[in-house]
């Protein structure tokens, strides 16, 4: 009978530990998807700091609005010129793309033209080097940018499959940004107390 309460205390520790991993998975399961986002606002919130501070000490101290201010700052100098930037990217390599396919480069009218103006050594160096075949290249060439039309369209419809997804996504990453720039300090003295490590 004395090893009872005992044997109650390790029981409950035993179910305690066991319901702590448990959550903890469920946790990082849920977690997982928005492992990304999450990286990048840690790391956005660590290069803005000083950003953040001299917002504090504009705001006179407000702690809100100084990283709403930085949040915003962030937005729109630099997150909004990078989507931009990418957008304008696919679209010119789509256009690019559909233009070479609708009006396909003469390779072999091209390479006759420099060619025949190559001198007479250099034009017994090309016919050596295997580079005089341009019917093939142009056939390649074509293969190239089919397969890469195909792509790109795949890409855009998972792109586009993907956009509910990619915006919560950002919005987390925003939202957890804008409480490691307001807290993130307070955080990390924290986390480095809590670990059972020296400092």
Do not use: C
């Not at 903890?24 to 990286?39: G, H, K, N, R, Y």
């Not at 937005?75 to 793309?97: N, R, Y």
């Not at 915006?167 to 720039?181: D, E, T």
């Amino acid at each position: 009978m004395a090893h009872q309460p005992h044997r109650t205390e390790e029981l409950q520790q035993a179910s305690f530990l066991i319901i702590l991993a448990v959550v903890s998975l469920l946790m990082a399961v849920i977690i997982w998807p928005f492992a990304q986002p999450l990286l990048w606002a840690a790391l956005a919130a660590i290069m803005f700091q000083p950003l953040y501070r001299w917002m504090l000490r504009k705001l006179r101290g407000r702690r809100n609005p100084a990283a709403i201010a930085s949040l915003l700052v962030i937005f729109f100098a630099v997150l909004v010129p990078a989507l931009w930037l990418g957008a304008m990217v696919v679209q010119e390599a789509l256009a690019l793309i559909n233009r070479l396919q609708s009006q396909p480069i003469d390779l072999a009218a091209t390479f006759d033209s420099v060619y025949s103006m190559l001198p007479a050594p250099a034009q017994d160096a090309v016919n050596r080097s295997g580079f005089a075949d341009m019917a093939s290249a142009q056939v390649k060439l074509q293969e190239m940018l089919a397969e890469s039309s195909g792509w790109l369209a795949g890409q855009a419809v998972s792109i586009g499959s993907g956009a509910l997804s990619f915006v919560l996504a950002f919005s987390v990453g925003l939202y957890v940004m804008f409480f490691l720039l307001r807290d993130g300090e307070r955080i990390g003295r924290t986390v480095l107390r809590t670990i059972p490590v020296e400092r």
